[in-house]
């Protein structure tokens, strides 16, 4: 394993009509378990398995600080559906504030558990203007699953 492991953004697009038991348990592993669901993740060799096996159902690719920003601002929930606040970062973690603790997330040097209480899972609307492409075909043949890159960060931001 690397010293330097990428950090992604991984969204659940596709819901569970005709999914294969094995897919639905690794996405039951990887906490996207409805749709338009979004975690942060580093890219560690075993999780890139769990990544390529469910590729037909999610979108990925790695996250800008700019993202990961508006990302917890405006999405980070704690218990009760309560907005994340900066104060509750800066009493409940080494960060002074939300955007500080979301660079360090987007570079590798922070993860979710540090603040408790912060839920995983980011819930997102859907992408306004929709979906550019079939939602059951691959980005590269036209579709919207599988691997952007820094497409990522565009179609997330037209998400949260």
């Given at each position: 394993m690397s010293g330097k492991e990428s950090v992604i953004l991984a969204i659940r697009l596709r819901g569970l009509p005709r999914v294969a038991p094995e897919i639905e348990d690794t996405l039951g592993k990887l906490k996207l378990?409805?749709?338009?669901?979004?975690?942060?993740?580093?890219?560690?060799?075993?999780?890139r398995g769990m990544i390529v096996r469910a590729k037909d159902y999610i979108t990925w690719g790695p996250i800008s600080e700019e993202?990961?920003?508006l990302l917890v601002s405006k999405r980070g929930r704690l218990p009760g559906n309560k907005h994340l606040t900066d104060e509750y970062v800066k009493k409940n973690s080494g960060y002074r504030s939300m955007e500080a603790f979301a660079k360090a997330l987007a570079s590798g040097a922070a993860s979710i558990p540090e603040i408790e209480g912060l839920k995983p899972v980011f819930r997102l609307t859907p992408p306004k203007k929709g979906f550019k492409g079939r939602i059951?075909?691959?980005?590269?043949?036209?579709?919207?699953t599988g691997d952007r890159g820094q497409a990522i960060n565009e179609f997330a931001q037209r998400m949260i």
């Open positions: 378990g409805r749709v338009h669901q979004a975690r942060v993740l580093k890219l560690t060799p075993s999780l993202t990961a920003v059951q075909l691959p980005v590269r043949m036209g579709g919207v």
